[in-house]
């Protein structure tokens, strides 16, 4: 699938209700140049990582999401904007399984420690 990225950037711009001649200045290019940046199907990522930076998107914001794996854990775009809610919930959802998952590892290292403890003791 090919992404437009002026038409993603113009969205951005949009959504946070930037006027274009702000926005413009926070780049340091003319308002004709955004109007240009608007039109184009790919940029410089150069230029891209600081409309990023100006923008306070990271620059995987830009490139279509990941798949969907059936949890909704990594789907944050629909369409062309940014759904805010669904973000914040996939985040907490990923912040809660990371916190699961270092707590199972803590429990298999203590499992592991004396299981080689007990048999340390016995073998030698």
Same mark, same amino acid.
């Given at each position: 699938?090919?992404?437009?990225?002026?038409?993603?950037?113009?969205? +951005?711009? &949009? +959504?946070?209700?930037?006027?274009?001649?702000?926005?413009?200045?926070?780049?340091?290019?003319?308002?004709?140049?955004?109007?240009?940046?608007?039109?184009?199907? &790919?940029?410089?990522?150069?230029? %891209?990582?600081?409309?990023?930076?100006?923008?306070?998107?990271?620059?995987?914001?830009?490139?279509?999401?990941?798949?969907?794996?059936?949890?909704? +854990?990594?789907?944050?775009?629909?369409?062309?904007?940014?759904?805010?809610?669904?973000?914040?919930?996939?985040?907490?959802?990923?912040? %809660?399984?990371?916190?699961?998952?270092?707590?199972?590892?803590?429990?298999?290292?203590?499992?592991?420690?004396? +299981?080689?403890?007990?048999?340390?003791?016995?073998?030698?």
């Amino acid at each position: 699938m090919k992404i437009h990225i002026g038409n993603k950037i113009r969205n +951005l711009v &949009d +959504l946070k209700k930037i006027p274009i001649a702000d926005f413009a200045s926070k780049i340091q290019k003319s308002t004709t140049a955004v109007y240009d940046i608007y039109k184009k199907e &790919d940029i410089n990522t150069a230029l %891209l990582k600081y409309i990023s930076d100006v923008l306070d998107v990271p620059m995987s914001y830009w490139f279509d999401c990941i798949e969907d794996k059936g949890d909704n +854990l990594v789907q944050t775009h629909h369409g062309n904007g940014l759904n805010i809610a669904q973000s914040s919930v996939a985040l907490n959802n990923c912040q %809660l399984r990371l916190d699961a998952a270092l707590k199972e590892i803590e429990y298999q290292k203590k499992i592991i420690e004396l +299981l080689e403890g007990g048999k340390g003791g016995k073998g030698e």
